[in-house]
């Protein structure tokens, strides 16, 4: 996969040349290009921003640079073109499925903005030739979009064919789709089996497939309901068997009848 990023710091993404996300570039299954945006300015200060049309706090991104970058990103490779995606606090939730998504494409191009964001019509202008996405990666508000594009390449790398040591350890991520799906992963442990009078729970160590997936799933119904109950309200109770319901009505989740499947 190709990856292109454009901001003004384009420094802040150092943390792509370090652990699972640089490797992945070392062996060349991620490439990462990084432009400067204000080496498409034409002024002596180099400047990407301008106060807001109709007023208000802030400065907004000069839509003249972005263009000129993503056209000179563009011109990489004419024959092809990038999914772009926007990151902005306004944009649609970043996902498990929206990374899954991203992870399939061969082409990605993030344009991160600082101050109120990038003028409206950069989007606009590339909305109508190229599949451009507007993606928050929370409900909060960060100073600039580059702390989630980097949240975003690692999201996505991660699951790149090839990027993690073992193959599976994607499939049971909380979120991905599969057998454990929208319900949190529970409590892992390692050797000693006791350190500072804490025991490693009994049935991990008794070798016994059948309880240890068992246990594991109420860990994961338990760790739901108290950490993020709205997951479990939104369960498909065709997937919950006996003891799933009487584990999540003792925790306070009954599931109701005409939520059950027919
Ligand atoms: Cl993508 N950008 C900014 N600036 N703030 C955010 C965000 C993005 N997602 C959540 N907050």
Redesign the pocket.
């Known amino acids: 996969m190709r990856v292109d990023v454009i901001s003004i710091f384009p420094e802040y993404f150092a943390p792509l040349e370090v652990s699972l996300i640089g490797k992945a570039r070392e062996r060349g299954i991620l490439e990462v290009h990084l432009h400067q945006l204000r080496d498409w300015t034409h002024d002596v200060h180099r400047t990407v921003d301008d106060t807001p049309y109709g007023g208000g706090p802030g400065m907004v991104m000069k839509p003249g640079p972005w263009g000129e970058a993503v056209d000179g990103v563009l011109a990489a490779d004419p024959a092809s073109a990038p999914r772009v995606i926007v990151?902005?606090?306004s944009?649609t939730p970043f996902t498990q499925k929206l990374a899954m998504e991203y992870a399939a494409e061969p082409w990605l191009l993030f344009t991160p903005a600082r101050y109120e964001g990038i003028d409206s019509r950069v989007m606009a202008e590339y909305g109508a030739r190229l599949r451009v996405d507007e993606?928050?990666?929370?409900d909060?508000?960060?100073?600039?979009?580059e702390v989630?594009v980097l949240v975003m390449v690692e999201a996505i790398g991660r699951l790149l064919p090839g990027v993690l040591g073992n193959a599976c350890s994607a499939v049971d991520d909380s979120f991905a789709p599969g057998s454990m799906e929208n319900l949190l992963e529970g409590p892992v442990y390692t050797k000693p089996p006791e350190w500072r009078g804490h025991e490693v729970p009994e049935v991990l160590l008794s070798g016994h497939h059948g309880r240890i997936a068992r246990w594991r799933r109420d860990e994961a119904l338990r760790r739901t309901a108290k950490n993020r109950p709205e997951l479990l309200t939104a369960l498909d109770p065709a997937r919950l068997d006996k003891h799933d319901r009487r584990l999540l009505e003792e925790l306070g989740f009954p599931v109701s009848g005409e939520n059950m499947a027919h």
Request: charged residues 0%; glycine residues 26%; hydrophobic residues 40%.
């Open positions: 990151p902005t606090p944009g993606v928050s990666i929370g909060y508000v960060l100073a600039g979009g989630a």
